[in-house]
């Protein structure tokens, strides 16, 4: 089953409001990436945040982790319309190995209304 | 400008037309993965690569073989595509264990 699972699987939002978007995962991990795809096109690295740190920031995006609850969250603040697209956090779990392998939760859609 | 590129982002083909997907790094990664998206069933790793010449599979590799003769280049190859790889296929490459993992932009194949 997939490692990660996220919550909620859609959102929808004014501009200008915060976003947040929960991750909730089932091993051990080294790490966990979120990431963005618009539409069905290309995913694009948003953040890492490893397991031995709580709090991640990059512009308006922050990251937190909670390996206790094996859980993350990843908040957007005042959000633009831009914004509007797929994320996914995907997690490095220590069982992985040398395989490189993400494990990805089916996602949280958020629609960024004008 | 470091990336990870793929050829074609497009494919239309037929059954059992064999076909090949490039894909490229220019960041001197050492592993690189190949990845499949479908809807209800999320990202799903087919095939990695922890250097040259050194491969293995992924979770879903039937159907599909690579290589790994050069550090930037990690080809995806369809020997007889069928209909059931029809999907969006991204490659990945990243510098070590635990490191940031750099998608290419997708490549859409519809098999017919």
């Known amino acids: 089953s997939q490692q990660g699972e996220e919550d909620p699987q859609a959102l929808s939002i004014q501009e200008g409001e915060n976003a947040t978007m929960n991750c909730s995962y089932k091993?051990?991990?080294?790490?966990l990436q979120w990431y963005r795809q618009n539409s069905g096109r290309g995913l694009v690295h948003l953040i890492l945040?490893?397991?031995?740190?709580r709090e991640k920031h990059s512009g308006r995006l922050r990251v937190t982790l909670d390996t206790s609850k094996k859980s993350s969250s990843l908040l957007i603040t005042a959000s633009r319309a831009a914004d509007t697209a797929s994320y996914f956090c995907?997690?490095?779990?220590?069982?992985?190995?040398?395989?490189?392998?993400?494990?990805f939760g089916q996602g949280t859609t958020l629609q960024v209304k004008p | 400008e470091a990336q990870v590129t793929q050829n074609p982002r497009y494919l239309i083909t037929v059954t059992g037309k064999k076909l090949t997907v490039t894909c490229s790094q220019n960041?001197?990664?050492?592993?690189m993965s190949w990845y499949r998206q479908d809807p209800g069933l999320g990202l799903r790793q087919i095939y990695y690569?922890?250097?040259?010449?050194?491969?293995d599979k992924g979770d879903v590799p039937e159907g599909y073989k690579v290589s790994r003769k050069e550090k930037r280049n990690f080809p995806l190859i369809l020997e007889s595509p069928s209909p059931n790889q029809t999907s969006l296929y991204f490659c990945?490459?990243?510098?070590?264990?635990?490191?940031?993992?750099?998608f290419g932009p997708g490549t859409r194949l519809l098999v017919l």
């Open positions: 990945a490459s990243r510098q070590g264990v635990g490191e940031t993992q750099y």
């Open positions: 091993t051990s991990i080294n790490n």
């Open positions: 945040i490893r397991s031995n740190e």
């Open positions: 995907a997690t490095d779990g220590k069982g992985s190995g040398n395989t490189g392998k993400l494990i």
């Open positions: 960041m001197n990664h050492e592993y």
């Open positions: 690569s922890m250097n040259v010449e050194v491969t």
